[in-house]
């Protein structure tokens, strides 16, 4: 997978050299560039922003370093390189905007007003070849980037959440962490994915581990008794009841076949 992310704060992104995120990258599992808006800007403080027509207060990010830098990463766009043929230059906008949309590469431009990001969207982004993101500052990017960005992306406004931040960047950390994990090969154990929170329907069951007994508290005793089929029901009552009572929202909205015979005794 190709991800390109577009920022005035390039440093935002430095925490995808670490940990599971950076191995993924060294392993090839993910090819992640960064690009700094401002090497888009020519005139002499490389500006990226002016004040709003209409008037009001804040200030918008312009269309032309954005344009020059979404050119950059049409150029390198695997998924265009694939779909363009020997006589179709990458480059030539008529082409672009003649593409189908599923070969176009996905642009996601975080927003508080945009659809809201969850586990269901991260599993369906894991499958995409080419993702950029767009994370803007100040009072947002010119509409007309998103307009234009329409004629050779397939361009999605996404929220992380029903609040607002200062800038973008920290959205694309939450999605890309949700998303890499999701690649076939970037989990250290891949039965993890199976029964976590928000796959499934339900959160995940309390977990613990050595010592058996810590501070006074105990570990539930099922859990070492060694014996699979009980702790396995044991874990998934205790999903229901932590469902139940910290997302009640999530039971509402389930469909019947979530449920077994077993769960409705509860
Ligand atoms: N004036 C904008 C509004 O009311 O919708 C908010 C602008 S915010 C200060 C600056 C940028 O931070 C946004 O353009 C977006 O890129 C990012 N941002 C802020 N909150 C976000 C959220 N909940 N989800 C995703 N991105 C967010």
């Known amino acids: 997978m190709r991800i390109d992310v577009i920022s005035i704060f390039p440093d935002y992104l430095a925490p995808l050299e670490l940990s599971l995120l950076g191995k993924a990258r060294q392993e090839g599992l993910v090819d992640v560039q960064i690009h700094n808006l401002r090497d888009f800007a020519f005139d002499r403080h490389k500006t990226v922003d002016d004040t709003p027509y209409g008037g009001g207060a804040g200030m918008v990010m312009k269309a032309e370093p954005w344009g020059l830098a979404l050119d950059r990463v049409l150029a390198q766009s695997p998924v265009l390189q694939s779909s363009a043929g020997a006589d179709q230059p990458q480059d030539d906008a008529a082409a672009a905007s003649a593409r189908a949309e599923g070969e176009k590469p996905l642009l996601i431009v975080p927003s508080p007003a945009g659809t809201v990001f969850n586990q269901q969207l991260a599993y369906e982004l894991a499958q995409e070849e080419h993702i950029a993101f767009a994370p803007a500052r100040y009072e947002g990017i010119d509409e ?21 931040l200062y800038g973008g960047e920290v959205a694309v950390m939450v999605m890309l962490e949700a998303i890499i994990r999701l690649i076939p090969g970037a989990m250290g154990n891949p039965e993890s994915l199976a029964e976590e929170s928000h796959t499934g329907g339900l959160l995940e069951y309390p977990v613990y581990t050595k010592p058996a007994q810590w501070r006074g508290r105990e570990v539930p005793e099922i859990l070492l008794s060694g014996n699979h089929g009980a702790i396995a029901r044991w874990r998934r009552d205790e999903q229901i009841k932590r469902t139940f009572s910290r997302r009640y929202d999530m039971i509402a909205s389930a469909s019947d076949e979530m449920w077994d ?6």
């Open 144 to 164: 007309r980037v998103l307009d234009w960005s329409e004629e050779s992306f397939r361009v999605m406004p996404v929220s992380i959440g029903d609040y607002v």
């Open 261 to 266: 015979k077993k769960d409705r005794k509860l």
